[in-house]
């Protein structure tokens, strides 16, 4: 199923998009001393004219002209390009800073390099800032070559660092593998769904693409078949302990009732309680008698994975649950609980176990069946196997994307792919519906952050009252796409049940979002008449802006696969909410999002631009570089910073400003922040999912149309750019 834009797309065409090398001065000494001895320059009559209102003439020191009429501007905050004839007003005036384009802002000289760009000298370095010609889809494509060489991990996309002792990219295991993973897959199924109906691309560019988007969902379908769980564990009953995200240290005793005080309505309508048991004589933390009860576990989907290969794949132990694949006495392949560190995850043991018989698709198990462990040769089988538990529906948002994106697109000529996807499509779903809409790890317990039931989303004080909104929208989106791949008309009428009917209501929930973020802050304050005016500037620095990515990608799937007009003006509501804080943004994620959840009808952000054209923009903004270079905003002369949050000045209200991604530290959601980056001098690079799913969705779905292809940086290029910039 596709739901495309139904205006006139953006035009994308290419441009010159900067790429700056840093070098110490006694890397370029001769250089350096070309720069320190260029005569200095006072500012003429047009040079004053054209200074930025936010750079004062004493400001400035140094700036030259280029041969197309470019005005470079040096001053003790970085270094700015100004050039009226860009197209667009947001391009016009160019920021430059430190780490990512010089060592420091205290810009000491500059003169053009001849060719767009610029030398640059500053107090401790010299920089080539270049100005390179790029298309967009030229750009993506690097970036995906860049994961396919330096980032992946058997097919999983976090990041990677060089590292110099061993004089290559390693790749490494993160919190989140299956979510980034999944971003990067969405975007590159959606270019294989663009090239194989484009003429213009040749078979062996829509067969790479195809290869691509295929190795990334195997990679991710992996996580969700790995820990192979089979039937049903022994648990206690717990309830959700108040104020937490964790389960009661009390379990129920044997035939009592165990009530809660749990209301007989909400969350929906901004409902939240005290919710402590009824009767406290039912629990018991030992001594006592348990209620026992068995809960299924088929269709757990893990977090992360590592084969126990301690050099080339460490396991972060201290930070999560892990279980390590082993053969029983009879051969059969269960799961025992690694002792860790961590106190994450209830009733998990060490030792604990679990069948782990259920087959492992083949075509996925060959991921790491082969490779070869270098310390003995041989390659990697099932009980080489350690992975990740107490997974959270950050990640499984990721996981319910990729179901109905490759199903639909890589799926049409790959039916064993949508096997695959059904098959673990309907474990997932009856793991959830048969526990309480919670994921539950083998201890019997749901997870930390996929508990996502109504006991949950009421309890008082904890984060699920602000998490509602968009968790009930992610167990919405499961079982949406899990009717759409399985066909099993039970799914649907789960999700119908929980969008519309009491006491769920869940479609209702999300149009709650940002006024909840209001409440909380009312509750902190003890100030019930606080208005949105004033409430505004502190939503703005209380939002968990992770969370914004996730609900794009929620958001997005529900644009794709719903056709009621009852639940979709509910949707359309619930993106308002959201669009509240993000409209002030520039959010290329969201700007995709908010505009297919109206295709008919044209968007705007706060600033009256239209949201396709903000997609563009970004998309054209996105860095050439991947590396992950620290940038400190603060003091930045067109912008106010206050509480680590980036402001526009001179306002009557506060408004919040984001920068463009080239330059900000971070290509992430947190667009006001002002400092990002990486704060150690590691080199290190991200999968870049930021630009290669929104670009390539924007063209599948009509939001985006390509002019020019090409781009004068190769894959070598960039990969010396990343490992040297």
Known sequence: MKHDYHGKPASLSARLMRVAMRYKKEEKQEKAAELE????????????????????????TCFCVDGKNVFWIGTNEGLWRVDESEKDELDRMQCFRANACMFDNNVRAVEPDGSNGVWVLTETGVSHIEMRMLSVEHKANLHSAMDERIVQRRGMLSSATWEAEKNKWVPHESDNDGLWTALVA???????????????YTPEQVEHARKVATRWTEAILLLEYIPSWKGKVAAFVRYNEPG???????????????????PDVGPTGFIHAELVPADEDDWAERDAVPEIVFRNVEGYIARSYHVTDPVNDPIPFHDGVFFKKVYDPDGKLVSVRVPTSSDKGDDLPGLLTVDSSLEIPERLRRLYADEVDPATGKHWGDDDIVYKCDTSNDELTGHYAIWQLAYDILGEDDPELREIIATIAERHARDFADNDYAHTDAGGQPTSWARMTREYYLNRDCEGYEDGPLGTMILLQLFKVAHHVTGNERWDKEYRKLALEEPYRYADLACEHYERYENKIKEFLHNEDLDSETLFPMVVKTMNYSDTRMAAIVYYTMSQLEDDPILLEKFRRGADCWWRLEK???DIEWSLVYQLMYPDEEKYDAFGRPCKDVLAWQALRYPVSSREIFIDNTTRPDAREEDGMLWYKNTEKPIPYAVAMDERGGTGTDFFHARQGRWDNSIGVNGSYNLIMPYWIGRYNGLLKEESAGGDITADELEEILRTQ
Request: net charge positive; glycine share 14%.
């Open 186 to 200: 969405m975007g590159d199924i959606c270019r294989y769904g663009v090239m194989k109906n484009d003429p213009k």
């Open 244 to 262: 937490t995200n964790r389960a009661s240290k009390g379990y129920l005793k044997r035939g009592r009732e165990g009530k809660l005080n749990i």
């Open 37 to 60: 001895a260029l005569p200095k320059k006072e500012l003429g009559e047009n040079e004053n004219k054209r200074l930025p209102e936010f750079i004062a003439p004493g400001d400035v």
């Open 584 to 586: 002030y943004g520039r």
